[in-house]
């Protein structure tokens, strides 16, 4: 079993490739800083000496970048049958106030990244008859953050490729998932002072990941809404 996963490096792309390597997947994993990669590959092949893993550099705002990321992974690798579109970008304003190019800079890596991908591999697991996509998405695609507003405009575009997706390949048998996190302890919230038990840890995304995919043959999570129990959004 092969899987793909963009921004592995930290936070909750880091917490699904230990719990998909744990599994028995071999990985392909990308960030743009290649010293977090190479020392995630360290880590992940100390811990799992049979992992087979595809790791390259790569800026996913970069459309050929990536690209050359999915060719290269599927050709190390074979067959991508798991595509997890977790990177993202946070850029917290108030839409009004924020300056130009906010919006676009966030849509080319939280929207274009994942619909990219998405036709890559799409097109082959829709040939074959299987496969699996999942976008982590947010509950900002769901009820807008103000403080954050072109941040949930984005993931409301997430939302709908994840819908669109889901029903054009839903009869070719692949199946199309949405991973709707609250508010997750990654380096997003570097300096707050909200205590760790009120957030969602990023090991909660990945154990959800990890049930959608052990699902029967018959069966699809759609959306998995994960919220902090305390009530933090």
Partial sequence: MNALITGATKGIGRAISFKLAATGYHLAICARNPVDLAELC??????????????????????????????????????????????????????????????????????????????????????????????ICSVAGLEPVVAAGSYSVTKYALMGLTKVLREELKPAGVKVTAIIPGATLTHSWEGTDIAPEHFIQPEDIASGVLTCLQMSAGANIEELVIKPQSGLF
């Fill in 42 to 135: 360290t880590e992940l092949q100390g811990k799992y000496p049979d992992l087979e893993i595809y790791a390259r550099a790569t800026d996913c705002g970069d459309l050929q970048d990536l690209r050359v990321f999915a060719q290269e992974a599927q050709r190390q690798l074979g067959p991508i049958g798991t595509l997890i579109n977790n990177v993202g970008q946070y850029l917290p304003a108030n839409m009004l106030d924020e300056p130009e190019g906010i919006l676009a800079q966030q849509m080319q890596v939280n929207v274009y990244a994942a619909h990219e991908l998405s036709r890559f591999f799409g097109r082959q697991m829709r040939a074959v008859g299987a496969g699996h996509i999942i976008n």
